[in-house]
């Protein structure tokens, strides 16, 4: 039987790296462990994030597993701006006030103008870059996790005490070799996929791109015809990791990344499972499609050096479905 990780153990595990690699921690305080309660994390963690891939996902769990009324978040706005009138770093800054940028607000903790602060006030010796997400102690004004995959695992696990939605458990333990195997070729292919494609600077390597992403398409598109989701009727961490880049793909990927040798809306069977996890009670919430599209036209001026931001596709993924009829 797996045994579970406490949350002591990712402080253990995590403390070490923040200090020698400059990478991310876990440091908790020990007010943070058992019991928890809703007031508890309330006063002790909360998230800063923004709404693309690996952030997504954390706030897809947060919500899906009812833990947003215990654990607040705020998002930075989606646009890379100057992080410090000194120097030329570009980054995740903060509005100046909750009006400057619909579904982004300032810093309610430390009244930080940028994520750079955040990692500043967390350790003046860091030296490694400024992610989001940023899981953070209030208590101690410190940074928990950095790291998108570990803190999905912690959401899924380590706050069903206080979670509306204990009993969903996104990585099972008698599904967990069949979701980490899912979970590299997705990555390799698709997450990690589109921006091989959109990043390539010459034909060849671009080509090899395209061709691994559209074969995962293929295999995914393959897989779904056959069940509701990648790991049969039950949907798992791998549908969520993948869900994130299907759901930018005919807006974003399509055009800014030259993912155009098929649309997601042409596989029928990727589109209406995206559409199904799309109206999952929560999730539409954490899909603000301007951001997104703001984001990554906005910040690649190697890749689109005007920042103009294409009008539409504008696809309803609220629309029905037809993925019922492989309930069991």
Known sequence: MRKKRTLMAWKRNRFKVLLELHQHSVILSPETRTPHSQQNLEDTICMYHMPVLGHSRCLAYLKIKGLDKAI???SVKPKWERTRDTDEHMGWVFPASDTEEPGAGPDP????RSIRELYELASTNYSGKYTVPVLWDKKLKTIVNNESSEIIRMFNTE???????????????HLQAQIDKINDWIY???NNGVYKCGFAKKQEPYDEAVKNLYEALDKCEEILSKQRFLCGNTLTESD????VTLIRFDEVYAVHFKCNKKLLREYP???NYTKEIFQIPGMSSTVHVEHIKKHYYGSHPSINPFGIIPQGPDVDYSAPHDRERFSS
Request: overall charge negative; aromatic content about 16%; proline content about 9%.
């Open 188 to 190: 390799s292919g698709i």
């Open 240 to 243: 969520i990791r993948l869900f």
């Open 72 to 74: 607040s978040f705020t």
């Open 109 to 112: 903790l430390n009244g930080t």
């Open 269 to 271: 069977n990727l589109f």
């Open 159 to 173: 706050f069903n005490d206080i979670a509306e939605n204990p009993s969903l458990d996104l990585y099972p333990p």
